[in-house]
Structures are given as C-alpha cells and as structure tokens.
C-alpha cells in the first residue's frame, strides 16, 4: 500500500509537470520594453524577431533582434544595427523587414522619416548570420524619392514561389509595389516598363505585408493613426502579387479589455504544426505616450472558405511551438 501512494503521488506529480509544460505560454507582451513593427521570420528552427525600438525618432537609432525556439522564451541580440554603421542614418530608425538569399541575410529598413528633398528613404544592410552584426549594403538609400505619392517607409520583402523578389512599401496612404534585383541593389522594371506599381488598397495608411496560403495571396496593410487607438489591421485576397486588392474587413483592432491601437504586424506560419500566428504592436490600457508600444503575438485562424477570422487579442499570448 506504501508503495502505491508513492507510485500514484509521483503519478500525480509528473502529470502536474506535463500539464505545466504543456500549457507554457509566451505571454503578451512577448519581450521586454517598447517594441513596435515587428517582423517574425522563420530560419531554420529557430524564429526571429525583428522590431523597432519605439522611442522618440531623435532618440531611435538602432535595432534590437531577438530569437527563440518555441516562441515562449527569447534571446535578445542588442544593436544588430545602428547609426555608426548607416552613415546617412539621423533619426528616426524603424520597420525592419529581412529575408535569405543564398546564404545571406538582408535587412531592409526605413530612416529618416524623409520627405521630398531629403536624405533617407528605404535602406538594406547585410550579414551572414540572422542575429548581425549588419553592414550597410548601399552606403545610400535604396529609395529616397516619393514616388505615386508614397513616402518611401515600410517596406515588406517578400518572395513568390516562381522566385520573384518583390518589395512593397509606402506611407501618407499610398503603396508600391517593385521588383528587387538579384543582389537587392536595384530593381528589376515590370514588363509594361514600370519600376513602381501603386496596388494602395481601401483605407491603406501603412504597413504592408503578403503571404500565400493555399495558392491565394494574402495582402495586409494598417489603418489609422500609429498613436492612437483607430490604428487597425485590414487585408485582401488576391490571384496575384500584383493584386487587385480588395478588402475583405478589419481583422485586429482596439480592445478596451485588452490593449489599443493594434497594428504593423507580421505573419508567421509553422509547418510542423501548422499554425498561424500574426505579430503586432499595441498600446497598453491607460498609456497616454504614442510611443509606447508593445510586442504581442495571437494565433491567426481561418474559416472554410480560406477567410481571416478577427483576431482575438489576449494577455496570455499563445502556446510553445518549436519548430522541430
């Protein structure tokens, strides 16, 4: 009889424990301090993370990149960029948008906040490893003009499965479309002779982003004022990268219960179990500071018709989900 009490109180104890593991969760915010725009990527096994560090833009010179496993515990990599190594870089750092090609990583960001006549725009840096250091790839922006009426900012790279390089961008509610060259220093003209398309969808402000699901292209964007609580997540489906891209509703958005002003997100998506899970910025309840951003994570669901269903914001983020 001893034995059995023994027997069912480690019993007892050991499903304690798995449950505990099983229901480890990421918590939101996901890290540490004011952290906007962020990217998720996926290389490898290992999920990185890539945000702005939401300051005042005199104050905003460089990034921070973390990295994590499981999306529950994450590692921070302090200043994989900043302004000793971006010369032309003044203020105002943010956005950050990275992809691999052959074996590099390259980092694309906004500075500057330029406007016409100024130095800034759209920059890339390089390195071999996804958490830096970064070296700047042009010595220059890559675009500095405002063109279609787009401020160029917010760039979002993204890769077709036919190999295309694609990079859309913009602020003052307009966005562009372009193709990248292969070595990210230039761009490549579309076959009518345009190097920038306009595809500015519904009430578009800034933050676009694509992905593919299902053969479908999936294409988001933020609404409303970055500093207050109208800042919202819209998106459309499409046949093509280049759109057309009509919208389909707001998908995240304010919860008075949870947080405010919900936007510049990104989306990830682990093969292995198949999940999807949109990482964005938010205020907290009661800030009173645009500046105070934080980095949150929510799982993304779908209904049958392939449709985003509206995001439910929580405090308890979302479960661990290593990639391997």
Same mark, same amino acid.
């Given at each position: ?13 050991a499903?304690?424990v798995a ?6 969760r990421s918590?939101?915010?996901i890290?540490e301090?004011?952290?906007a725009?962020?990217?998720?990527? #996926?290389?490898g096994?290992?999920?990185y993370?890539?945000?702005?560090w939401?300051?005042?833009f005199?104050?905003? /010179? ?5 990295s994590s496993?499981?999306l ?7 200043r994989?960029?900043d302004?000793?190594?971006i010369?032309w870089?003044?203020?105002? /750092?943010w %956005?950050?948008?990275i992809?691999e090609?052959?074996?590099?990583y390259?980092l ?14 759209i ?7 996804? %958490?830096?250091p970064?070296k700047?790839? /042009?010595?220059?922006?890559? #675009?500095?003009?405002?063109i279609n009426? %787009?401020?160029?900012?917010d760039?979002?790279?993204f890769k077709?499965?036919?190999?295309t390089y ?5 602020g003052?509610k ?9 070595d990210?220093t ?7 002779g ?6 500015t =969808?519904g009430e578009?402000?800034?933050?676009p982003f ?10 988001m ?5 970055w500093?207050?609580?109208?800042y ?8 093509s =990268? /280049?759109?057309p891209?009509? =919208?389909?509703?707001v998908?995240l958005q304010t919860?008075?219960?949870?947080g405010t002003g919900a936007?510049h997100h990104?989306v990830?998506?682990n093969p ?6 949109i990482?964005?910025h938010?205020?907290p309840l009661g ?16 209904d049958?018709?392939g449709?985003?269903?509206p995001?439910?914001?929580t405090?308890?983020?979302?479960? %661990?989900?290593p990639?391997?």
């Open positions: 009889m001893k034995n059995f009490s023994r027997f069912l109180l480690f019993a007892v104890v499903i304690a449950s505990c593991v099983k229901t480890k918590g939101n915010p890290i301090g004011w952290y725009d962020p990217e998720c990527v #996926i290389f096994d290992t999920y993370l890539y945000p702005t939401s300051q005042k005199k104050d905003q /010179l460089h990034f921070d990149a973390f496993k499981d529950v515990t994450w590692t921070k990599h302090e994989i960029i302004n000793t190594e010369k870089l003044t203020h105002a /750092l %956005a950050p948008s992809i090609k052959d074996g590099k390259y694309m960001f906004s500075c500057n906040n330029v406007h016409e006549g100024e130095i800034g725009g920059g890339v840096a390089v390195a071999d490893n996804p %958490a830096g970064f700047d790839h /042009l010595g220059k922006p890559l #675009i500095n003009e405002i009426g %787009a401020q160029p900012i760039q979002f790279v077709d499965t036919d190999g694609y990079m859309y961008y913009g003052w307009h966005c562009n479309v372009c193709k990248l060259n292969d990210f230039g761009f490549v003209p579309f076959e009518d345009e190097i920038f398309k306009e595809v =969808p578009y402000v800034e933050g694509m992905f593919i699901r299902n053969g479908k292209y999936y294409f964007w933020s609404e409303g004022k500093t207050r609580d109208n919202r997540v819209q998106y459309a489906i499409a046949d =990268p /280049l759109g891209f009509e =919208p389909r509703g998908i919860d008075k219960n949870i936007g990104s990830i998506h292995r179990s198949g999940k999807y899970y990482v964005y938010r205020h800030s009173t500071d645009g500046n105070d951003r934080r980095t949150c994570i929510d799982e993304m669901l779908f049958e018709e449709n985003i269903l995001i439910k914001m405090f308890e983020g979302v479960n %661990a989900d990639l391997k």
